[in-house]
């Protein structure tokens, strides 16, 4: 059984560079969520897919992050121009597509980002 | 605006005893409950949930929680702490029409032997 795998677990790069992490969810799960967690505080939301289609966006995914999910499978979120206010830790996770919103939702071991 | 509340970021018990973590909501519709826990290095892991129906949730390892809308609490309870328990516990709510989780700042469960 292969859970929400990301890449890379970590890391580091100097601010103003671009970065890109990768989620590949549970293969039978339509849908795929991203969330940022800083220390200290809980994930909070940063957008959410349904195949390929990105369906909601929080207000926290400024101009310089964008996330895609090309083929329905697994997904990407790019950040430019880094700043240190972006150090955290990304978290991806996955659910299927049948159900209501209480399906749980199955989370990769993030990937922790350190903008120096 | 629909929130998460959790009292109390660091909490120690002792081995064997009772483990109460609390949880409040605020809500003006039907929330969705969820209690996840989080090991060093790992990622979530859920618990327990709560949608419709028993107000009494059981989970994994031990755990339980119960749904009391009149407090808007859902908080979460263990018999006997386990050295095992030793981790961060978020708790989270979603609502029909959404998604997305909101999840409160965690707690850390310390337990002393």
């Known amino acids: 059984d292969t859970g929400v795998s990301q890449d890379p677990r970590h890391k580091i790069t100097k601010r103003g560079q671009n970065v890109t992490f990768r989620c590949d969810p549970i293969s039978e799960h339509n849908r795929l969520y991203w969330y940022r967690q800083t220390l200290g505080q809980g994930p909070e939301f940063l957008t959410y897919f349904q195949n390929e289609a990105q369906l909601e966006k929080s207000r926290l995914l400024s101009d310089r992050f964008s996330a895609e999910r090309p083929k329905g499978s697994f997904s990407t979120l790019e950040i430019q121009r880094t700043e240190q206010g972006d150090s955290a830790m990304y978290l991806c996770?996955?659910?299927?597509?049948?159900?209501?919103?209480?399906?749980?939702?199955?989370f990769g071991p993030g990937t922790r980002l350190t903008v120096l | 605006a629909q929130s998460v509340t959790q009292l109390g970021s660091h909490v120690s018990v002792s081995e064997g005893a009772l483990v109460l973590l609390r949880c409040n909501y605020s809500s003006s519709v039907p929330p969705y409950l969820f209690w996840y826990v989080q090991y060093p290095n790992q990622g979530l892991q859920l618990l327990l949930k709560y949608t419709t129906g028993a107000t009494l949730v059981k989970g994994i390892n031990g755990f339980e929680a119960e749904f009391k809308k009149s407090e808007t609490s859902f908080h979460l309870t263990k018999p006997s702490a386990h050295m095992s328990d030793a981790a961060e516990y978020f708790c989270?709510?979603?609502?029909?029409?959404?998604?997305?989780?909101?999840f409160g700042t965690g707690t850390r469960l310390k337990v002393l032997a």
């Open positions: 989270a709510v979603t609502y029909s029409g959404t998604y997305k989780y909101i």
């Open positions: 996770a996955s659910s299927p597509t049948i159900g209501a919103p209480d399906n749980e939702q199955f």
